[in-house]
């Protein structure tokens, strides 16, 4: 029986390499490359962070491949994030999916350009110092987490928070929102967590609550007027 050897047998050789290697990367998960944020998305995220008061994201990194500046490890503190995470196609075309910035000392506002990332399904932006209000540009987004736990926000809570019909969780709690909670959120259909205590809410919960077949935590105190 003959061996290969001499050129051959090396060819064979990185043949193995190239292909094991391919095999680890399927099997595993790993991309070897991983995809970029489209310029309107990026232009997106320096707006946001404008608008927030964030000044530490470094944009000559790819928000993308999970360097520590755009994912901070989480660690065992509840209270504090620095997590961008995306979704690629294909390796090449990624979209932002989700910004947790938690207890990160923010001074800002809500952000209005979030609205401008096409596939943002969570932001949870708790334990800062956000001022104003939600920003109407909100409406047009399609999340299905929204905590703003722990900030300074004022004002009514928005009737249209009712439109963003595919929120599941919608964490308010821990403001300064005032007024009567709208009976506008009795149209989340797909709420199953709905958090507003320690704020300053009037009047009764609104009866259209009770069509959230869905809900399964609901923890409200609402102030009745004198």
């Known amino acids: 029986m003959s061996m290969m050897n001499g050129?051959?047998?090396r060819l064979f050789f990185f043949f193995m390499v190239i292909l094991s290697t391919f095999l680890f990367l399927q099997i595993t998960g790993i991309q070897a490359q991983v995809g970029l944020l489209p310029p309107n998305e990026v232009d997106a995220l320096r707006q946001i962070a404008k608008q927030l008061g964030k000044v530490d994201w470094n944009f000559s990194l790819n928000p993308c491949d999970g360097n520590p500046n755009w994912r901070s490890p989480w660690g065992?503190?509840?209270q504090y994030s620095?997590?961008?995470n995306c979704t690629c196609s294909s390796g090449d075309v990624c979209h932002v999916v989700y910004i947790s910035l938690k207890g990160q000392d923010l001074a800002g506002v809500l952000p209005p350009s979030l609205a401008k990332l096409p596939s943002i399904k969570i932001i949870d932006l708790s334990y800062n110092y956000l001022s104003g209000n939600i920003p109407n540009e909100w409406e047009s987004t399609n999340l299905?987490?929204?905590?703003?736990?722990?900030?300074r926000l004022n004002g009514s809570i928005p009737t249209f928070l009712g439109n963003i019909t595919t929120l599941g969780y919608l964490g308010l709690e821990n403001n300064m929102f005032s007024g009567k909670v709208p009976?506008?959120?009795g149209k989340l259909k797909n709420l199953n967590r709905l958090v507003l205590t320690a704020n300053n809410l009037t009047g009764k919960l609104p009866v259209e609550l009770n069509s959230l077949t869905n809900l399964t935590e609901l923890y409200a105190h609402c102030t009745l007027p004198s």
């Open 144 to 151: 299905e987490k929204l905590s703003v736990t722990g900030n």
């Open 7 to 9: 050129p051959s047998s």
């Open 183 to 185: 009976a506008e959120l």
């Open 76 to 78: 065992n503190n509840a």
């Open 82 to 84: 620095n997590v961008v």
